[in-house]
């Protein structure tokens, strides 16, 4: 497993150097779930406690890539429910690893990723929508593939996850740059404001 999960360690890396171009709250929710990723491979190639960290890791990432989509696609998410969105997530994560059912986590992640699929059909046909998409779909495998009790599951889980992380990270950070208007202000001077 240790090959696979060196590749979930690069695509996380590759991933946090894609988000420069991405906006500030964008790049926030982006990079945390890199780190996250990154602690799962770090978990694996150590071999601690592995599946407890995968369950744990997926559930609070999706919730953060799926706050990031938002942000990108739709508007800024209110803090109140950023907040209730990530604790709600890392507590299914805690309690699906401390009671041994994987279903606990899988099903936030699911709601999740179910959400990301909805708000991403307007774009779908070009080309940041189409990488969020399959990005959406790779995360929705890894999900399934937790539930699986096998090092091929395994695997499979470390592999989607990198894949999944690339596609929603490249969508994003292509799609989020920001719309400049320039402006000549009451004195003369270049004003340069954000066009909302």
């Not at 420069?20 to 790049?27: C, L, T, Y």
């Not at 799609?175 to 320039?182: D, N, P, R, T, Y």
């Given at each position: ?21 991405a ?61 209730a ?5 890392c ?19 699911v ?5 990301v ?5 307007r ?9 969020l ?44 740059k ?9 004195d ?9």
């Amino acid at each position: 497993m240790s090959p696979f999960a060196v590749v979930l360690a690069l695509a996380a890396a590759a991933a946090w150097i894609a988000t420069n171009g991405a906006r500030p709250v964008i790049r926030l929710y982006l990079r945390f779930a890199c780190v996250l990723y990154a602690a799962l491979a770090a978990s694996t190639l150590s071999r601690i406690a592995p599946d407890a960290v995968a369950v744990m890791v997926t559930t609070l990432a999706v919730a953060l890539l799926a706050l990031a989509v938002f942000a990108g696609l739709r508007r800024t998410p209110k803090p109140a429910f950023a907040a209730a969105l990530l604790a709600g997530a890392c507590a299914a994560g805690i309690w699906s690893a401390a009671i041994g059912v994987v279903a606990l986590a899988v099903i936030p992640q699911v709601v999740c990723l179910v959400a990301v699929l909805v708000i991403a059909r307007r774009g779908l046909m070009r080309r940041p929508g189409v990488h969020l998409v399959f990005g959406a779909v790779a995360l929705l495998a890894a999900s399934c593939s937790l539930l699986a009790k096998d090092s091929h599951a395994f695997m499979a889980l470390l592999l989607f996850s990198a894949a999944g992380l690339l596609g929603v990270v490249l969508a994003l950070a292509r799609g989020s740059k920001i719309s400049v208007e320039q402006q000549r202000g009451a004195d003369g001077s270049l004003v340069i404001r954000r066009i909302r």
